[in-house]
């Protein structure tokens, strides 16, 4: 099942997204036809965000493989939808991207074993982990527009053994499969649990494969994900331009 969030002439709407219609939880459908946009699927308290998961990303930057998961944090301001443009953030020296599945937490979660920790996922999605390119610490990664998320939440999907392909202005820039994590899904949402209780609507997402790198003004980013789709998004041009 597909989970979606649009913005209706009613507000924000979730529903059941197939061949173009929403479905709510009252009965009252809503077509994709028309003014209606896509929201980030979930409301988040937190973006909790692995990073150095994939063997080849590690040899891509010339890092040590950590010994337990590698994270930080994104904001929810940082979130955007699909086919929404990417503010260009104008205190970067460029931009980066990197096609990043991401679960959303469904019911609180709090000190489980990697065994059951995925029951407590409503379901997966997709993020662009943006960077502001030139910035030091969380400076590259917190701000407005860091963390496009989308475009639903897919609940039926085992992320064990998933196809990963990332597109910037038609090219081929990234490509690789979720087996290859270091840290699977299961075992990265059981660490964060004992630490903090995550709640519903979080989002934790579980890194990259080689390649991430430059999206260029204008150029338009698609990140796919076999079982969920794609997320698209334009990086505008800085204010300067």
């Known amino acids: 099942m597909r989970i979606v969030r649009v913005d209706t002439e009613d507000g924000p709407v979730t529903g059941e997204y197939t061949d173009g ?3 709510t939880t009252d009965g009252e459908p809503y077509s994709l036809d028309g003014d209606i946009e896509f929201l980030p699927p979930c409301t988040p308290t937190t973006l909790y965000c692995a990073g ?8 891509h930057k010339g890092n040590e493989r950590p010994s337990t998961p590698h994270f930080f944090l994104k904001p929810p301001a940082a979130l955007l939808s699909t086919n929404v443009t990417i503010p260009y953030p104008n205190f970067a020296d460029g931009v980066g ?3 990043e599945l991401a679960a959303v937490i469904g019911e609180p979660c709090r000190q489980v074993n990697p065994e059951e920790s995925l029951e407590y996922v409503r379901g997966y999605t997709i993020m662009n982990d943006v960077d502001a390119l030139g910035q030091e ?3 590259m990664k917190v701000f407005e527009g860091g963390a496009p998320l989308g475009p639903w939440i897919e609940t039926d999907l085992d992320p064990s053994n998933l196809d990963i392909e990332t597109t910037v202005g038609g090219d081929l820039r990234q490509e690789g ?10 075992e990265i949402v ?22 991430p790198g430059q999206v260029q003004p204008g150029e338009s980013v698609e990140i796919w994900y076999e079982g969920i789709g794609t997320l698209r998004n334009d ?6 331009q």
């Open 21 to 23: 219609i929403v479905e």
């Open 177 to 186: 499969n979720t087996n290859e994590m270091l840290f699977s899904p299961s």
């Open 97 to 99: 991207y990197a096609g």
């Open 137 to 139: 610490g969380a400076g």
């Open 190 to 211: 059981s660490f964060l649990s004992e630490r903090i209780t995550l709640q519903p609507g979080d989002v934790v997402a579980f890194g990259s494969p080689a390649n």
């Open 235 to 240: 990086l505008e041009y800085p204010e300067s």
């Open 52 to 59: 150095r998961n994939f063997q080849d990303y590690l040899e």
